[in-house]
């Protein structure tokens, strides 16, 4: 079983605008939480979005606000990250992660430690 975050990663000008794909193989997307984090060369991997199990509340981090738009069609067993007018200091590895249980979704933001699955990250440059 794996979260797959492969799809929609790549490279785009300034301002412009990506769709990210994390599809789950081997558990139902639907019984987790779902976050986006992302990772810069020499960075800490640092939160961006997360969503609750059916979708009805989602945190974004201040970097995040108002640009990105996490969603899920459980259905589809996929959450995506819609990123929009996009910055070069957005160039990161993203990778999304699923965890079965969260009290408070928000904390998912800074606490990412014992994930129960990870993607295996897709690269987002963005140009200047």
């Known amino acids: 079983a794996r979260c797959s975050c492969r799809v929609g990663g790549g490279l785009v000008p300034s301002g412009g605008s990506l769709r990210l794909s994390c599809a789950a193989s081997?558990?139902?997307?639907?019984?987790?939480?779902i976050a986006w984090y992302r990772q810069a060369p020499g960075k800490e991997r640092e939160g961006v979005s997360c969503?609750?199990?059916?979708?009805?509340?989602?945190y974004y981090a201040e970097s995040a606000k108002g640009r990105f738009v996490i969603s899920r069609d459980n259905a589809k067993n996929t959450v995506y990250l819609q990123m929009n007018s996009l910055k070069p200091e957005d160039t990161a590895v993203y990778y999304c992660a699923a965890e079965l249980y969260r009290e408070s979704l928000s904390t998912l933001l800074t606490d990412y430690y014992g994930l129960d699955y990870w993607g295996e990250g897709t690269q987002v440059t963005v140009s200047s």
């Open positions: 081997g558990f139902t997307l639907a019984d987790y939480v």
């Open positions: 969503i609750s199990k059916i979708g009805d509340s989602a």
